[in-house]
């Protein structure tokens, strides 16, 4: 399980969390090429964040990358950050994959 407060890349409430170039049991991870499809959609709409995530060590190894929310405008208290996705990825030593998010109303 990746520890929240890790590495963050934050596009105003939105977080996408995981191991970036820090140990994890036997192997470290890379988070690369980390893009928003669209800063902003309209109401209904939907987008995508792109990122690649490399096992950078020497042995195989698993990783989760989890995808929170956070709402800056309601009017109602929220929690600081709500889980929306998440994605369990197993990549060989030297291995590289790109994981897409779709983010909708579902999502926010």
């Not at 995981?18 to 499809?37: A, E, H, P, S, V």
Request: proline share 2%; with cysteine; hydrophobic share 35%.
């Amino acid at each position: 399980m990746v520890d929240i407060l890790r590495n963050q890349y934050n596009w105003d409430g939105l977080v996408v969390s995981g191991n970036n170039d820090i140990k994890n049991m036997n192997t470290t991870f890379k988070l690369d090429n980390i893009r928003l499809q669209n800063e902003s959609i309209a109401v209904g709409g939907k987008t995508c964040l792109n990122l690649t995530i490399s096992n950078t060590g020497k042995m195989d190894g698993e990783e989760v990358m989890q995808l929170y929310v956070h709402d800056l405008i309601s009017e109602l208290k929220r929690p600081v950050k709500e889980l929306r996705d998440f994605r369990k990825v197993f990549l060989k030593a030297g291995e590289s994959k790109t994981l897409s998010f779709e983010i909708g109303p579902k999502q926010l």
